[in-house]
C-alpha cells in the first residue's frame, strides 16, 4: 500500500521543488518549535526570517498546511498525532531526532533532499579512494555531471574550469561601487506579526537574541527568491565577478548575489539558479568570468561544504590543529562593534550587528583572520558564525570555519592558513586609510593588530605548520624579523583592537 504519510517541512525546506512527484499533493506540517529558537542564541534578524519564511508559506497554502507551534518537534508532531514523511534535515542534531522518529513510527519515510544537486551516497562514491580530496575536483565533476558550461565535447566554455584569477581585482577608487543596488523586499502583515512576537519573546526571556532588529533584507517567499534572483542576473551578474574579493566601507553590498539567505531556506533550487546564470553567458549579457565565479560558488562551494558536513561527520567540530583555545571576547560574542579600533575588524562586526551579515572576504580575511591570528577556539567560532549571520546553518560552517578559515582540520579543506597581514586588508579594501592603526607598521601605540597578529600566529604555531610546504617562505620570513621578542610581547599583551 502507497505509504500517503503527511510532509512535515523544516524551516530551511520551503521551496517547492521540496513538494513534487508524490509529494505534490500531501498534506503539510510546519512546526514552530521553541526549544529551536531558545536554545542558542541567534541573530534577531534571522530568527525573523525563518519565522517569516515559515509562516509566507502557511498563508500561501491555505488548508493544505497544519501550522503548530509546541515546545519541541517532538511534541509538535505528537499534538499532530498522524504519521509523516521527511526531507533529509540540515544538521546532525535534526538527523538524530529524524532517524529516532523513524525507528519509533512517526516518521515513515525519509527521503533524499532535493535542495542539492547529488546525494550523500553519490559524494561518498565519489570521494572514496582519493588521494586528493580538493574542492576544485568536486567543482569539475559537478560541471561535467550536470552540464553547465560546457561545450558539446565536455570541456568548459572558454578553455578554462577556472576564471578565479580575473575576479580578484582591489576596490576602484570611488566610495562605491557604479551598480544598481540589490533588491529589496516590501515588508507585510506578516512580518508585523513576527516582529511583535520576536519582541514579546525577548521581553518575556524566551529567546536572548543577537545584533538588532531591522527592514527585511532577504526573501522569504518563492515569488520574493525569484524577484531577487532576477534582479542579481539583469542587473549585478555582469559585474559581480571582479571585485568580489574586494571591501568598500560605504558598500557593504557590491555586486554580490545576496540569495544565501533563499538559497538556503530552500526557496531556490541550485541548479536551476546556476542554469539561468550560464544562460545570461550564452545570451551574451554577462563575462563567463562573473558567471563561473558564480556558478563556482553555487555549484562547487555550497555543495561542497554540505557533502563535508555529512561526510566528515559531527566529530569534525572537535578538529583543533593548531591547539587554539581562548574564548570569543565579549565584544565579538555581543556584537560590539563600538569596542573596535581597527577600521576593517569595526565595519565588518557592524555588519554583522546591523544585517546578520558580512560578505565573503569579510568573513575569511577580516574576522576569520582576526581568530585565526588570536588563536579562538575553532567549535565556539562555528557556533557563532552559524548563530550570528542571517544565512548560518550547522551544515553551513564547519567546512567554512574549522577548515578554511582557521585551519583546524590541517589540511582537509584548505592548503594552508588563511592568515593575512594589513598589507593584503589595504590592498584588497578602502579602509586602512582612515584607520588609527597603519598597515605598515609592526610595533608601537600605531601597530596594525593584523600585521603584528600575523607575525605572531606564524611565531605561535611554527612548529605546527613546518611540514607545510606553503608556509616555508612565511616562516623563513620570521628569522628576518629584528623586533620579533617585542612583537611577541606586544600581541600578548593586546586588547585594542
Known amino acids: 500500500m502507497t505509504d500517503q504519510s503527511a510532509l512535515w517541512l523544516f524551516a530551511d525546506q ?42 509566507q508559506l502557511a498563508a500561501e497554502l491555505g488548508d493544505r498546511v497544519t501550522y503548530l507551534r509546541a515546545p519541541t518537534y517532538r511534541a509538535g508532531l505528537a499534538e499532530y498525532g498522524r504519521p509523516v514523511v521527511v526531507h533529509e534535515p540540515g544538521s546532525h542534531a535534526a538527523n538524530r531526532l529524524v532517524r529516532r522518529l523513524h525507528r519509533e513510527g512517526v516518521v515513515t519515510g525519509i527521503r533524499p533532499t532535493p535542495g542539492f544537486t547529488r546525494t550523500k551516497a553519490d559524494f561518498a562514491d565519489w570521494a572514496r579512494d582519493r588521494r586528493r580530496f580538493l574542492m ?39 566610495r562605491t561601487l557604479d551598480v544598481p543596488g540589490p533588491w529589496q523586499p516590501r515588508e507585510n502583515a506578516i512580518d508585523d506579526e513576527v516582529r511583535a512576537d520576536l519582541d514579546r519573546m525577548a521581553r518575556d526571556g524566551e ?39 574586494a571591501m568598500l566601507g560605504a558598500d557593504w553590498a557590491m555586486s554580490h548575489a545576496l540569495l544565501s539567505v533563499p538559497l538556503n531556506l530552500g526557496l531556490l533550487d541550485p541548479l536551476d539558479v546556476a542554469e539561468r546564470a550560464a544562460a545570461r553567458y550564452e545570451a551574451g549579457r554577462a563575462p563567463l568570468a562573473c ?80 581568530a585565526l591570528q588570536r588563536g579562538y577556539q575553532p567549535r565556539e567560532l562555528t557556533e557563532w558564525f552559524a548563530t550570528a549571520f542571517v544565512d548560518g546553518f550547522p551544515w553551513v560552517m564547519p567546512a567554512n570555519v574549522i577548515g578554511m578559515s582557521q585551519y583546524a582540520d590541517g589540511g582537509i579543506v584548505a592548503t594552508k592558513p588563511y592568515a593575512a597581514g594589513g598589507a593584503y586588508l589595504n590592498r584588497m579594501s578602502d579602509h586602512c586609510g582612515r584607520c588609527e592603526f597603519d598597515p605598515k607598521v609592526r610595533v608601537g601605540a600605531d601597530a596594525c593588530p593584523f600585521t603584528a597578529g600575523y607575525w605572531a600566529f606564524l611565531d605561535r604555531n611554527a612548529d605546527r605548520l613546518r611540514d607545510n610546504h606553503r608556509m616555508r617562505q612565511p616562516l623563513n620570513g620570521l628569522s628576518r624579523l629584528s623586533d620579533l621578542d617585542a612583537l611577541v610581547e606586544q600581541e600578548r599583551e593586546r586588547e585594542d583592537f
Request: proline share 8%; net charge positive.
Open 207 to 245: 529567546i536572548q537574541p543577537i545584533g538588532v532588529d531591522g527592514p527585511r533584507r532577504f526573501a522569504v517567499s518563492r515569488a520574493e527568491a525569484l524577484r531577487a534572483l532576477r534582479k542579481f542576473l539583469d542587473d549585478r551578474l555582469p559585474t559581480f565577478g571582479p571585485h568580489q574579493d
Open 291 to 370: 558567471v563561473e565565479g558564480f556558478v563556482r560558488q553555487l555549484l562547487g562551494w555550497r555543495e561542497w561544504v554540505w557533502q563535508l558536513y555529512w561526510y566528515l561527520g559531527p566529530d569534525y567540530l572537535g578538529r583543533n590543529r593548531l591547539l587554539a583555545r581562548k574564548p570569543l571576547p565579549d565584544w565579538w560574542r555581543d556584537l560590539d562593534p563600538d569596542a573596535v579600533t581597527a577600521r576593517c575588524l569595526r565595519t565588518a562586526l557592524t555588519g554583522v550587528r546591523d544585517r546578520g551579515y558580512a560578505h565573503h572576504i569579510e568573513r575569511l580575511m577580516v574576522l576569520g583572520n582576526h
Open 136 to 174: 576544485e575536483d568536486f567543482y569539475r565533476d559537478q560541471r561535467r555531471r550536470l552540464g553547465v558550461l560546457l561545450e558539446p565535447d565536455g570541456e568548459p566554455v572558454g578553455g578554462r574550469w577556472n576564471l578565479d584569477q580575473e575576479n580578484r581585482k582591489p576596490p576602484p577608487k570611488q
Open 14 to 55: 520551503l521551496g517547492p521543488h521540496f513538494r513534487t512527484g508524490d509529494l505534490a499533493d500531501r498534506p503539510i506540517v510546519l512546526i514552530e518549535s521553541a526549544h529551536a529558537f531558545a536554545h542558542k542564541r541567534f541573530h534577531r534578524q534571522k530568527l525573523h526570517l525563518v519565522l517569516a519564511g515559515m509562516r
